[in-house]
């Protein structure tokens, strides 16, 4: 865990300096003044009466970035800094967390104090140019410089305490919330946990705390004594169930938090919903962020993806904190990202779900063709024999080890009812994907393969027992290609839904980093979305991709053997044949919607357009003549 770090900004004249020492020797921590930093060139244009400008400040504002992630793994320190502007202050956080200190006041005041300094390089009559350049942070702690230094001091040692209060609260420790709680302490974060004492819970905080807990965790039943455990600004993960479960938190919660407090949901929420509770609790200036994690109880304990939406400056005080958390991709680097504003992150994570979906049912769809001519252990060994070439996924290996899951001599999976529960999320993306005329045919189709198997009695009493074509000789490498083909589909269709909404919502997202974090952590990491980070830092949609393109024209007809076999034997393909209607769909340039065309305008006066002249049209067409 990173050792704390203090900056205290604001204009020449703010006290700064002789605040940040004072509180530098309340803190037992080294200080530094960021001026001592600056080039001689910087200091000389200063003392001619130049103010700097942004170009002069980047190589000054980078060594003090350097600096501040050496002394956060070193003892700590506390560092006097302008840091007027908000991409100054996101320089100096690229590589760490701090805690801000605003020293603001009056023009008036200021420049009083500044006129009655002598050897200083920074005169006062450049004053009013820092003023101009100052853009005040909207989070950290602001002063009034009127105040006694020894009052500002204590101001700041009592929002930000000097003892035992934990770098970070969870609420909720059902079966995520605890791996997640035991991700941070691992990673060395003080943390502090709360559950309610429902019936089925009374226990679990103490439970937590017998069997994880340690020097630097703390637990709490009484929310109010779980708030004042933490340090400010508080930084609470919330885990519990999506819906008006995390509306009754922020209900509980939110009369006991100040400004500047933040709140991350870590559930899988609407982004809607994410969307309308970041609004409401920035009236009371409290920061709210939907962050999706994916990976499962494993995921959340050793390393998850995760998913961030929200305010881009309040991002700097929980980056370090979930990148910490985050699982780490092939370079080292943590797969967790800032999405974008609002409930992007959420969205993000919703689309990855709906990706999810089709993933499995198409495995499962595999695992009906095959599972007759092949018994589990053939099977197994042929998805593991796949699973080390350009197929290999999470999904893929965890497929061939269920099958060989025995219990006593049967195998287990031969005793689960094929019975398919979902909880509602993954139709999600099918909603907005119609809402924005995006066609994601394969999640949907994915959805509604659950809720035919859901309908278990009435299968069974529609039950129809027509012969089935035998086929003992099963061509595997034309199924792989076929299998390669529709996956390469269903990742095309879940990007380009984020793309489309994206642009919808005026969203910013990078395809390319939403790829790179989902190599690994998440239930969907694969060798394929290694290849997609490439893929989209230079293509906005898979199709346009060579390579790529090039491969599913030549597993068309793979794709298409596969098809002929599930119907010669009898099962159902949605998710592969929602791949190939969608491919042939979208690379046919005349298909047949003329005729609907002309059917809206015969019954309903809908008008068409024609592919020989401009313009909207419409026909009497009950004149046949």
């Known amino acids: 865990m990173s050792k704390p770090l203090y900056i205290v900004m604001g204009v020449s004249g703010s006290g700064k300096t002789s605040v940040g020492r004072r509180l530098a020797k309340v803190a037992a921590l080294p200080f530094f003044d960021a001026d001592d930093f600056h080039p ?33 793994q070193d003892e700590g320190a506390v560092l006097a800094c302008s840091a007027l502007k908000e991409k100054y202050r996101q320089i100096l956080t690229a590589k760490t967390n701090v805690h801000w200190v605003y020293l603001g006041g009056s023009f008036e005041l200021i420049h009083g104090r500044l006129q009655s300094r002598s050897n200083h390089y920074m005169g006062a009559q450049m004053l009013q140019s820092q003023f101009d350049a100052l853009e005040p942070p909207t989070y950290g702690l602001q002063l009034d410089v009127a105040f006694p230094i020894a009052q500002i001091v204590d101001r700041i040692t009592t929002y930000y305490p000097m003892n035992n209060k934990a770098n970070i609260g969870l609420y909720g420790l059902g079966v995520m919330g605890t791996s997640l709680a035991r991700n941070i302490t691992s990673k060395g974060w003080s943390l502090s946990v709360y559950n309610r004492t429902a019936p089925g819970e009374e226990t679990r905080v103490q439970e937590y705390l017998n069997t994880y807990g340690g020097p630097t965790t703390q637990g709490h039943t009484d929310v109010a004594k779980f708030l004042e455990s933490l340090e400010r600004p508080r930084k609470i993960i919330v885990m519990v169930p999506a819906g008006k479960a995390i509306d009754m938190v922020i209900d509980q919660l939110k009369p006991l938090l100040e400004e500047g407090d933040i709140l991350m949901d870590c559930g899988n929420s609407h982004y809607e919903h994410s969307n309308l509770r970041m609004e409401a609790l920035a009236k009371q200036g409290i920061q709210f962020f939907g962050v999706g994690v994916s990976g499962g109880e494993y995921g959340a304990l050793h390393g998850p993806s995760i998913m961030i939406g929200g305010d881009k400056a309040s991002y700097t005080n929980i980056k370090e904190l979930l990148a910490a958390m985050a699982a780490d991709d092939k370079n080292g680097e943590p797969c967790a990202a800032l999405i974008g504003p609002g409930g992007s992150g959420h969205f993000v994570k919703m689309v990855h779900n709906g990706i999810e979906y089709a993933e499995m049912q198409l495995l ?32 893929l290996g965890i497929t061939a080890s269920i099958l060989q899951q025995k219990e006593g001599a049967h195998y287990l999976l031969d005793k689960i009812l094929d019975k398919a529960a979902n909880k509602g999320t993954g139709s999600w993306s099918s909603q907005v994907a119609m809402r924005f005329g995006v066609p994601n045919t394969m999640m949907s189709e994915a959805v509604f393969a659950r809720y035919v198997s859901s309908f278990k009695e009435t299968r069974q009493a529609w039950n129809v027992d027509v012969p089935a074509a035998k086929n003992d000789e099963l061509d595997t490498a034309m199924l792989l290609k076929a299998y390669a083909m529709a996956r390469k589909i269903n990742h095309h269709q879940g990007f380009e839904l984020i793309r489309l909404a994206a642009k919808e919502f005026g969203w910013e997202i990078d395809l ?101 002249k401009e313009g909207t049209f419409t026909t009497n067409w009950e004149n046949h003549g």
């Open 40 to 72: 001689q060139a910087n200091v000389d244009k200063m003392a001619s009466g130049h103010p700097l400008n942004d170009e002069d400040r980047l190589p000054w504002l980078q060594v003090l970035a350097d600096r501040l992630a050496e002394w956060s």
């Open 364 to 395: 499962a769809e595999l695992y009906g063709l095959l599972n007759n001519p092949m018994d589990h252990e053939q099977l197994a060994t042929l998805f593991e024999t796949w699973n080390k070439g350009t197929e290999q996924s999470f999904l």
């Open 512 to 612: 390319s980093e939403t790829a790179r974090i989902w190599t690994r952590g998440c239930i969907i990491q694969s060798t394929l979305m290694e290849t997609l980070v490439e893929v989209y830092q230079h293509q906005d949609a898979l199709l346009q991709q060579g390579s790529m393109r090039a491969s599913l024209v030549a597993d068309e007809s793979h794709l298409k053997n596969l098809l002929s076999l599930g119907l010669e034997q009898r099962i159902a393909l949605p998710c592969f044949s929602a791949a190939w209607n969608y491919w042939v769909g979208m690379t046919t340039g005349q298909g047949p919607a003329n005729l609907i065309q002309a059917q809206r305008d015969h019954f309903g006066g809908h008008t068409y357009q024609r592919n020989d």
